[in-house]
Every structure is written in C-alpha cells, then in structure tokens.
C-alpha cells in the first residue's frame, strides 16, 4: 500500500472525504474517499482536493451499484488512482476488468469464504473481509467467525479484517491469525479532521455498542442489506419506507432493482442530513458496535498512536511472560 502502518480508513458517505482521508494518509495510515452517490466529475475534484492536502497513498471506494460505475472507474484512472475499493455487493466481473486494465490495484469486500475464493480467481488484488459488527451496510456473520473462516485459506493475496476494531489489541490479534492490516470506520468519526456535524460526533461519543443496531427486512420480495446505525426515528421510517416500496413494485410503478436501489438513496439521505446537517433524530446515525470505544474528539494522529500503543503493550506483555 505504501504506507507506514497497515491500518484503512473504512469508506463512510458524507465523513470520509478530502479531510479525514488526508489526516489518515498523513498519520500513516491508508485514507480511502468515499465516493457514496457522487457524479464522475465530483469524484474527480474530491480526488484533486485530497491530493493538495496530502503527498501520501490513498484509495477510492465506489459502490457497485452506482449507475455511473464504469463512468467512475474511469476518473480513477484518469487521475492515477493506484487502489480502488469495490463495495456495497459482488462486484460486476466487467467492472473488476476496468479498474485492473487502468493499472490500479484491486480491493474488494468479501462475506464469505467461496466469494473469497471467486474473487481471488477473477482478479482481487486484496481482500477486505467484514464481519455485522461494522456500521452502515452489513452481513450476517461476526468479524470473528469470518477471520477464522477466510484467514487460514486466503493466502495468494493481503486480507485485511474490518468490523468492529476499536483497540490496538484486536488489531494485534487479527494479524496474528494471517491478516495484513485492518480496517476501521467508527473509531475516526469523532477526530478532529472529520466533518461530521458535531451533533453526530456526540451521538457517537454518548453512543454505546448495544445501541448500534441492524435494519429489518420486512419482506423478502424486496432484498436489502441491513444498516447498522445508532437507534432513532429513522430507523422507524425505513420500516415504513420499505412497505411503500413493495406497493408501487406489486403495483408495476416500480422495477425491484430500481426499488433497491431507491433503498440505497434513502439511507445517503437519511445518512447527509445526520452528518452535515446535525439532523440526529430523522437522519442515519450509521455506527459499529466499537462506537462504545469513542469517548472523545481525538486527532487522527493520536488515535492511531493509541491502537499502535496498545498493540504494542499487548504484545510486550504477552512476550514477558
């Protein structure tokens, strides 16, 4: 990654853009924007505007479901990104072709051990496996479970582990067991250089680990990944939000991909007007379980010294005995 230590900043809509993902990359770590809903041309001046700010490595993550895709992929390349992430479902073989024929190296999100292996074949670069425990868009299985699944198998490529990671323990423990690096959202939310509305910033800092919850599915004729996020109104309105949308499809207003789709605009909406506009009680409050490990606004520098701390004295202690 060309980077100092092997910690990436998780991609968070609305948080991890040109200031979060230079302060992580100046810090040592690997800063990714998070590309979210952004048209190519925005992509393209938040690319510029991160490299101002910082000299040092950085990715960019694109959502598999942006109608744009291909269209983004190409502002990658064009502006010489060297790592693109590929999240929010598999991701299209044509789209994974794109990214490794314009030179950049390939990250891609896996949730279990056989799509591991698939992409793996079909040209992964690295691996990011992340357990339910994460915020936002989650799978079903614990970060645990899948690193003792995928990590003693998927050796021809780094895998990093993702999901609530909030002290430099864990982190010691999962490249213990095989990983590369990790991956951490929810513990740089709080710092200095995010933008997040400080009214989002206290949510997270009063927040515990059982607030930090899962979406319901209220009908499997209408598929949606389940959102982790802090408990409030708009956890209640999606509920309804998802009746609505099963209506107009049994109706022929709506095609189920469109209405899945629809799904991914109400939760960037919902997530925009918590994050920017401090709206903490009908906007997205989207957090890990490790939010309960945010007890204050830090410097991204200094929470990164803290994880490098402990994994330190844990491992010094562990080599004492």
Same mark, same amino acid.
């Given at each position: ?31 990714? #924007?998070?590309?979210?809903?952004? /048209? ?41 990104? /060297?790592? %693109? ?32 292996? $698939? ?10 496996? @992340? ?10 299985? !614990? ?5 003792? @699944? ?25 490249? @213990? ?24 910033? $206290? =949510? ?10 899962? !979406?319901?599915?209220?009908?499997? !004729? ?17 509920? $309804? ?17 469109? =209405? ?23 906007? !997205? ?18 929470? #990164?010294? @803290? ?13 004492? %005995?």
């Amino acid at each position: 990654m060309g980077t100092q230590y092997a910690i990436l900043g998780g991609a968070m809509t609305w948080v991890s853009e040109r200031n979060l993902v230079a302060a992580i990359s100046n810090a040592g770590g690997f800063g990714v #924007i998070a590309c979210g809903a952004m /048209e190519p041309e925005r992509l393209r001046e938040e690319i510029r505007a991160t490299r101002e700010l910082t000299d040092k490595p950085f990715g960019v993550n694109l959502i598999t479901m942006h109608p744009l895709l291909s269209e983004l992929i190409t502002v990658c390349h064009d502006e010489q990104v /060297e790592h %693109v992430v590929l999240a929010g479902g598999i991701p299209p073989r044509v789209a994974m072709r794109q990214v490794k024929d314009g030179g950049a190296k390939l990250i891609c999100f896996t949730p279990a051990l056989i799509l591991a292996r $698939k992409l793996v074949r079909d040209g992964a670069d690295a691996l990011i496996i @992340e357990g339910a425990e994460a915020g936002g868009h989650v799978g079903p299985v !614990s970060t645990n479970v899948l690193a003792q @699944e995928i990590l003693p198998v998927i050796r021809q490529v780094p895998v990093f582990v993702a999901g609530g990671i909030g002290r430099g323990e864990a982190i010691l423990a999962f490249l @213990e067991m095989g990983a590369s690096g990790v991956q951490l959202g929810t513990r740089f939310v709080c710092s200095t250089e995010s933008v997040a509305h400080q009214a989002f910033k $206290k =949510a997270f800092i009063r927040g515990e680990a059982r607030d930090a919850q899962t !979406s319901v599915q209220v009908d499997p !004729s209408l598929p949606v990944i389940p959102v982790r996020a802090l408990q409030n109104k708009a956890t209640t309105r999606f509920v $309804k939000y998802q009746h609505e949308l099963i209506e107009k499809v049994r109706d022929g207003e709506l095609v189920a991909r469109d =209405a899945q789709l629809a799904v991914e605009h109400f939760w960037a909406g919902a997530l925009r007007r918590a994050v920017v506009d401090g709206d903490v009680e009908s906007g !997205s409050l989207m957090a890990g379980q490790s939010v309960g490990m945010v007890h204050c606004e830090q410097p991204v520098a200094t929470i #990164i010294a @803290e994880l490098l701390a402990q994994a330190q004295d844990a491992l010094h202690r562990r080599t004492r %005995v």
